[in-house]
């Protein structure tokens, strides 16, 4: 296990440095403010606990959350307010780590990764509110859970969506802003959910409908559970005449609106240079209307209701004057330093102070912390003068790094650069626009830097998919962790063998070939089993190779993959018709370049695992669970059948011959017993054959063979059978001239392998018995 960590932290060991620096500085945070920081809202929260009545300015998700984890610390002797905050940073860790497990699941690479998890993990705002008790930790966690649910496993199935709506749910249960998030999240479901091209648009519409059948249900049931409860058929929200008064109230034209008696006495009166400075925070919360118009309400006016209303005619006539204070807000966010102008909610109240803040009276302050923590306030000067100084000497994300991420997940999605072709434009628009419309929501209200956190969490997220997906080369990732047997180094690329696989793909047919496909699926995302298969005139066999592909394998759902290879007949059509995934390369290159296409293919949009198979029909389909087992079992990195181990219905002579010799060859230069090398039904986990070096147009699985035993991974052969060929002619020529180019790739590139590895190859396991197949 020690060797395990060690191996983990070595090759993470960017973020595992950032991880170490944010629990450093948490630890700090809890030491220095004890048992925790309270704001007015925490308050709320604290009385509402136990009681959950949904009829106040904030939803009653918080109060959920907290319940258990007061009664909790007060049990283990920690306090009640330390315990919450304790675990509000362990979530805040757990927030960096999913951002860089997430980044690396779609293959962006560690020294990108890792950073976009910083902001997080190290800005002092972000340690400031998981001190707080405060909702913000919370919806931020929810957030991330949701990107999780919709992506992780590629296209989302409708319980999947489901599922995701409801979390999104309860997000709006914790902050009402989170209300809008439902219309990125269905539009990334609607272009992500096309799962095969036979069901055409009817599955993103299945998935898209439950995701919002989700969402839509569990906030009608928080909303009747308020009417019933409180009266008040809703989520919460900022009380008075709604969210959007304190905007309408600043900009109001008074003199100018057609209203009545009741809106003209609620209008201010001051100018709009004093209602600037006095800001949207003070109509919205502080402004004692019955002050401002001295007791001129006439008797029993609904003073809500008409804020209400002329809310609306400010809205409907002055729509420019209220989307401009809105951008503008949403624009400060971006700015490169933490700054406050005219009329914000207080920097302030979200910075570290040098004493404990208070934002009611000492005493009522005091007997919160006492009763749940049978303690006092208490600030430890040094560590608060270290926090404050961190905090105001720059340890925060500069907003137009911010806001540099989201240009760069927008050009991404707009399909900009390589972005088109990477598989990645869908999922960076899930964050991204996830980011924009939460930012978006909040500043429709107020600008606050607290209201800028989630960015914290989905805009370095969707940054970094977005750079990946413009310059990258997505999920390239050489060696997989732990495979290297003990003892054994693993091989590493030299400059030379990397220029030589950037090069090699894509080249401008690869290139064609790759738009075309991209136009006719947009962004959509393999299922985790994708079969692969290189056709090349094969019009007659490979509908019914197709057919009997099953969509379901070992518990995972499965893709078919066509690559045509410049065929002159109608393979394409056959292929398209039967429902496979089909990508045109415009002209015959051979079987190696359309693998090698398909390999990239598959590993870009979400596949773990491949499978090779023929358009022929001479490899039995019912034997897949033998090769898909032993990877998902995690006992072998690449499966191959073998016609030795199995059974060869009628072969050629020579051909027999062939198989053994290339075999006795194999397994001389690699000291490794293979039985056969060319069986051209193969599983591997999809990194496998893209870290290798691959330049063969035509006889590649001896290459790749070859290629991945010096690599350090592990092979496994398993008995399977050879059937005739249904339909169609060999495309491998003549016996001795197939037999001569074969040898001639063997040897190079044992030759060019050992040039580059010196030490050995794994050795290969052999399945002497038949196994049962799975299910039998």
């Avoid at 059948?213 to 989520?235: D, I, P, S, T």
């Avoid at 105001?392 to 399909?415: E, F, H, M, Q, R």
């Avoid at 490899?619 to 669970?625: C, G, H, S, W």
């Avoid at 190079?748 to 052999?766: C, Q, Y």
Wanted: some cysteine.
């Amino acid at each position: 296990m020690t060797t395990a960590l060690a191996r983990v932290l070595r090759r993470h060991w960017l973020l595992a440095l950032l991880v170490l620096a944010g629990v450093v500085l948490r630890i700090v945070t809890q030491l220095a403010y004890r048992p925790a920081l309270l704001y007015i809202d925490s308050f709320r929260y604290l009385d509402d606990v136990g009681v959950f009545h949904p009829g106040g300015i904030n939803p009653v998700g918080y109060e959920w959350f907290l319940w258990p984890l007061l009664g909790l610390g007060d049990l283990l002797g920690i306090g009640g307010l330390a315990g919450v905050a304790a675990v509000q940073h362990l979530l805040g860790i757990g927030l960096g780590v999913g951002i860089y497990v997430l980044l690396r699941r779609f293959g962006v690479r560690e020294w990108l990764a890792a950073p976009a998890a910083a902001p997080v993990l190290l800005d002092a705002y972000q340690l400031q509110i998981e001190q707080l008790i405060m909702s913000d930790l919370l919806f931020q966690v929810l957030l991330l859970v949701a990107v999780y649910l919709l992506c992780w496993w590629g296209p989302p199935t409708p319980k999947v969506a489901a599922v995701a709506g409801g979390v999104l749910a309860l997000s709006v249960m914790v902050r009402s802003v989170g209300l809008t998030l439902v219309v990125p999240a269905a539009v990334f479901v609607l272009l992500a959910a096309g799962l095969r091209p036979r069901e055409g648009w009817r599955p993103r519409l299945i998935a898209t409908g439950a995701l919002v059948v989700g969402f839509g249900a569990a906030v009608l049931v928080y909303a009747l559970y308020g009417a019933l409860v409180a009266g008040k058929f809703g989520v919460g929200g900022s009380g008075g005449g709604g969210a959007l008064f304190g905007r309408a109230a600043v900009v109001a034209n008074c003199d100018e609106l057609d209203l009545t008696r009741e809106e003209r006495l609620i209008c201010p009166r001051e100018p709009h240079e004093v209602r600037e400075e006095l800001g949207i925070d003070f109509y919205l919360h502080l402004w004692d209307v019955q002050a401002n118009v001295d007791n001129l309400l006439p008797e029993g006016m609904d003073v809500n209701a008409a804020q209400k209303s002329l809310t609306r005619e400010v809205v409907l006539h002055q729509p420019l004057d209220i989307a401009g204070g809105v951008a503008r807000d949403f624009l400060k966010g971006f700015a490169p330093t933490r700054t406050q102008t005219a009329g914000d909610v207080p920097l302030d109240r979200w910075q570290f102070q040098l004493e404990h803040p208070l934002y009611a009276p000492d005493w009522y302050t005091r007997e919160w912390a006492e009763l749940h923590d049978g303690s006092d306030l208490h600030a430890d000067h040094e560590l608060t003068s270290f926090l404050r100084g961190y905090q105001l000497g720059g340890g925060y994300t500069p907003g137009i790094l911010l806001g540099g991420a989201l240009l760069l997940a927008t050009a991404a999605v707009a399909g900009l650069g390589r972005a088109r072709r990477s598989g990645l434009r869908a999922v960076t628009l899930l964050p991204a626009g996830l980011a924009t419309t939460v930012l978006l929501t909040a500043s429709v209200m107020e600008f606050s830097w607290r209201y800028q956190l989630p960015g914290l969490v989905l805009i370095p997220l969707a940054g970094a998919l977005g750079a990946t997906a413009l310059f990258g080369r997505p999920q390239t990732i050489r060696i997989p962790p732990g495979r290297t047997p003990p003892g054994r180094i693993p091989h590493r690329s030299t400059p030379s063998e990397e220029s030589q696989m950037l090069t090699s793909f894509p080249d401008d047919v690869d290139s064609d070939a790759l738009d075309e496909y991209a136009s006719r699926y947009g962004e959509h995302r393999f299922a985790p089993v994708v079969v692969l298969i290189a056709a090349y005139n094969e019009e007659e066999s490979i509908g019914d190779v197709l057919d009997s592909i099953p969509s379901r394998c070992c518990d995972l759902d499965v893709d078919t993959l066509v690559v045509v290879d410049g065929a002159k007949d109608r393979t394409a059509e056959v292929a398209l018709r039967h429902g496979a995934r089909t990508c045109v390369a415009p002209t015959n290159r051979g079987q190696g370049a359309a693998l090698r296409l398909g390999y990239r293919l598959a590993q870009q949009r979400g596949a773990r695992y491949v499978v090779t198979t023929d358009a022929d029909g001479q490899y039995d389909i019912a034997e897949l669970p033998m090769l898909l087992e032993p990877l998902i079992a995690d006992r072998a990195d690449f499966v191959s059948g073998s016609r030795r181990l199995g059974s060869n219905e009628r072969p050629a002579l020579i051909r027999r011959v062939g198989t053994y010799v290339f075999a006795w060859i194999v397994s001389a230069l690699t000291r490794q017993r293979i039985t056969d090398t060319s069986f051209g039904f193969r599983g591997m986990r999809v990194e496998v054959p893209n870290s290798v070096t691959l330049q063969q147009p035509q006889y590649q699985s001896s290459e790749l063979l070859v290629g991945l035993l010096s690599h350090g991974y592990r092979v496994l052969e398993q008995p399977m059978r050879m059937l005739p060929r249904s339909a169609g002619e060999s495309k491998k020529g003549s016996s001795w001239k197939y037999g001569y180019r074969y040898a001639k790739v063997v040897l190079g590139t044992w030759w060019r392998e050992r040039r580059n590895n010196g030490a050995p190859a794994p050795a290969v396991e052999t399945v002497t018995e038949r196994p049962a197949a799975v299910g039998e």
